[in-house]
């Protein structure tokens, strides 16, 4: 059936029904809920836990600059000093596409692994989860599992250390990777890849760049937003995002300033867990159907796309969720219960551009082209109408407008007639000076400390 030969008001409001009946269905449906080792060494601990369960042989699936960085050493160690056996696929690279997973895939046939171990950010947790998922149903290409429950056999076991906090993938029952033949992520969703358990290990996330910190925590924070705002959520979902949300407005500011501090990364780690469990049973919504059209295209990091274009789908949403805007402000810190709700609300949306701005996030995409924005509105409508519980109904025509708001500013042309102002005139036969780079806003410049690559996973 063609959806869009009916009116968009009339589809607004079947979608509306059909996504509230889904989504108690969804209060119902059983999520495993991982095993959480928290606080510095919890890394370690995994390890000495993974060996007790007699796996035959672990795969760690993670990146060259955690292996470059000793990240991988206390759970090595640990694994060493019980005697069990693991090979490393250390080639993960951001938004991990379909060959490089398929080489994982090799990986763990080849060494006979029974097990895997995620070290890294979303993209490392997300490729161990895909390879899982492969290795159990031969029969079924990565695209042929795309989608809700495709694998008929259920997948090894899969551990996770997250490095970064933001994608809450460590909880999470979906992996998602990138199709570059298509130019568009898969989503790979099956309650079975819930990992077993999880080390949030804040030591592992000292060495963080400040532009990476703040783009995983922004994509924490949409994670929790759209879980609480979206027509899925319940009285468990919205306790978990309420505390996320708070964890973040107290933690996220401190941590970018001084990524040193393991108070800060530890309760920013927790964030982002309870951000994922939220989500991944509320589902998320407009910020993450448009954000992975941007990573698709563009390869714009996921969190860095969320943090863009949050505020933009707040501000569509907010007539519908006046209310909940206001709870949301509360636990930010920004009023009190029982003050004008419109108030609080335009405050919590405020706080977000202000976040947003501390944060060095840019408010434009250069890579963003014109010509690109119908497609993208296209793409974006149909994911987030065909799955996730949106507050209020976007229009085509709406979404291209709030994809548009993203475009690159061009530079204002000089009046007509307008001479140059000798300042700049240059001398004749005189060369002009090096072009001088204007520093990218999304990467603030270098505290002290280690700091990692800015292609680390996220």
Same mark, same amino acid.
């Given at each position: 059936?063609?959806?869009? %030969?009916?009116?968009?008001? *009339?589809?607004?409001?079947?979608?509306?029904?059909?996504?509230?009946?889904?989504?108690? /269905?969804?209060?119902?449906? =059983?999520?495993?809920?991982?095993?959480? /080792?928290?606080?510095?060494?919890?890394?370690? +601990?995994?390890?000495?836990?993974?060996?007790?369960?007699?796996?035959?042989?672990?795969?760690?699936?993670?990146?060259?600059?955690?292996?470059?960085?000793?990240?991988?050493?206390?759970? $090595?160690?640990?694994?060493?000093?019980?005697?069990?056996?693991?090979?490393?696929? #250390?080639? %993960? *690279?951001?938004?991990?596409? %379909?060959?490089?997973?398929?080489?994982?895939?090799?990986?763990?046939?080849?060494?006979?692994?029974?097990?895997?171990?995620?070290?890294?950010?979303?993209?490392?947790?997300?490729?161990? &989860?895909?390879?899982?998922?492969?290795?159990?149903? =031969?029969?079924?290409?990565?695209?042929?599992?795309?989608?809700?429950? &495709?694998?008929?056999?259920?997948?090894?076991?899969?551990?996770?250390?997250?490095?970064?906090?933001?994608?809450?993938?460590?909880?999470?029952?979906?992996?998602? %990777?990138?199709?570059?033949?298509?130019?568009?992520?898969?989503?790979?969703?099956? *309650?079975?890849?819930?990992?077993?358990?999880?080390?949030?290990?804040?030591?592992?996330?000292?060495?963080?760049?400040?532009?990476? *910190?703040?783009?995983?925590?922004?994509?924490?924070?949409?994670?929790?937003?759209?879980?609480?705002?979206?027509?899925?959520?319940?009285?468990?979902?919205?306790?978990?995002?309420?505390?996320?949300?708070?964890?973040?407005?107290?933690?996220? +500011?401190?941590?970018?300033?001084?990524?040193? #501090?393991?108070?800060?990364?530890?309760?920013?780690?927790?964030?982002?867990?309870?951000?994922?469990?939220?989500?991944?049973?509320?589902?998320?919504?407009?910020?993450?159907?448009?954000?992975?059209?941007?990573?698709?295209?563009?390869?714009?990091?996921?969190?860095?796309?969320?943090?863009?274009?949050?505020?933009?789908?707040?501000?569509?949403?907010?007539?519908?969720?006046?209310?909940?805007?206001?709870?949301?402000?509360?636990?930010?810190?920004?009023?009190? #219960?029982?003050?004008?709700?419109?108030?609080?609300?335009? +405050?919590?949306?405020?706080?977000?551009?202000?976040?947003?701005?501390?944060?060095?996030?840019?408010? $434009?995409?250069?890579?963003?082209?014109?010509? #690109?924005?119908?497609?993208?509105?296209?793409?974006?409508?149909?994911?987030?109408?065909?799955?996730?519980?949106?507050?209020?109904?976007?229009? &085509?025509?709406?979404?291209?407008?709030?994809?548009?708001?993203?475009?690159?500013?061009?530079?204002?042309?000089?009046?007509?007639?307008?001479?140059?102002? =000798?300042?700049?005139?240059?001398?004749?036969?005189?060369? =002009?000076?090096?072009?001088?780079?204007?520093?990218?806003?999304?990467?603030?410049?270098?505290?002290?400390?280690?700091? +990692?690559?800015?292609?680390?996973?996220?």
């Amino acid at each position: 059936m063609n959806l869009e %030969i009916i009116p968009e008001s *009339t589809r607004a409001a079947g979608l509306g029904v059909l996504m509230k009946g889904a989504g108690l /269905l969804t209060r119902f449906l =059983p999520i495993p809920q991982p095993t959480l /080792l928290v606080g510095p060494g919890s890394s370690a +601990r995994l390890g000495k836990m993974i060996a007790g369960f007699g796996h035959e042989k672990i795969l760690i699936v993670t990146d060259a600059t955690i292996v470059k960085l000793g990240l991988l050493t206390p759970l $090595t160690r640990a694994l060493d000093a019980a005697g069990t056996p693991y090979s490393v696929f #250390d080639e %993960i *690279t951001p938004d991990a596409p %379909i060959p490089l997973i398929e080489r994982g895939l090799g990986a763990f046939l080849d060494h006979e692994c029974d097990a895997l171990v995620a070290v890294g950010g979303g993209s490392a947790m997300d490729a161990a &989860k895909a390879i899982a998922a492969a290795s159990a149903n =031969p029969g079924k290409s990565l695209r042929k599992l795309a989608g809700y429950f &495709k694998g008929l056999h259920a997948p090894p076991p899969v551990y996770a250390i997250p490095t970064t906090a933001g994608t809450g993938s460590e909880v999470t029952v979906a992996a998602v %990777i990138a199709d570059p033949q298509r130019k568009s992520k898969l989503v790979i969703v099956d *309650t079975r890849l819930v990992p077993k358990v999880a080390a949030l290990d804040p030591e592992l996330m000292v060495g963080l760049p400040p532009a990476i *910190t703040a783009a995983t925590g922004m994509d924490a924070l949409t994670h929790a937003i759209e879980a609480f705002l979206g027509q899925w959520a319940t009285d468990a979902t919205d306790a978990l995002a309420l505390t996320a949300v708070g964890l973040i407005f107290e933690n996220l +500011r401190r941590v970018y300033a001084d990524g040193t #501090d393991l108070e800060a990364r530890e309760k920013m780690a927790l964030a982002s867990s309870y951000a994922g469990m939220a989500f991944t049973r509320a589902n998320v919504g407009y910020v993450h159907a448009i954000a992975h059209q941007l990573g698709g295209l563009y390869h714009t990091p996921h969190g860095l796309a969320n943090a863009m274009v949050l505020p933009h789908v707040l501000r569509f949403s907010a007539p519908a969720v006046i209310a909940r805007l206001a709870q949301l402000a509360v636990r930010a810190g920004l009023g009190e #219960d029982g003050q004008n709700e419109e108030a609080l609300a335009d +405050r919590f949306l405020d706080a977000v551009d202000a976040l947003n701005r501390d944060l060095g996030i840019p408010t $434009t995409l250069d890579a963003l082209r014109e010509a #690109d924005v119908p497609s993208l509105a296209t793409a974006a409508l149909k994911e987030a109408h065909a799955g996730y519980p949106v507050p209020r109904y976007m229009g &085509k025509a709406e979404c291209e407008a709030l994809i548009r708001r993203l475009l690159p500013r061009k530079p204002k042309a000089a009046p007509a007639g307008e001479k140059r102002s =000798p300042a700049r005139a240059r001398p004749a036969g005189k060369k =002009p000076a090096p072009a001088q780079l204007a520093p990218d806003p999304a990467v603030p410049p270098k505290a002290g400390g280690s700091r +990692r690559k800015k292609t680390e996973n996220y």
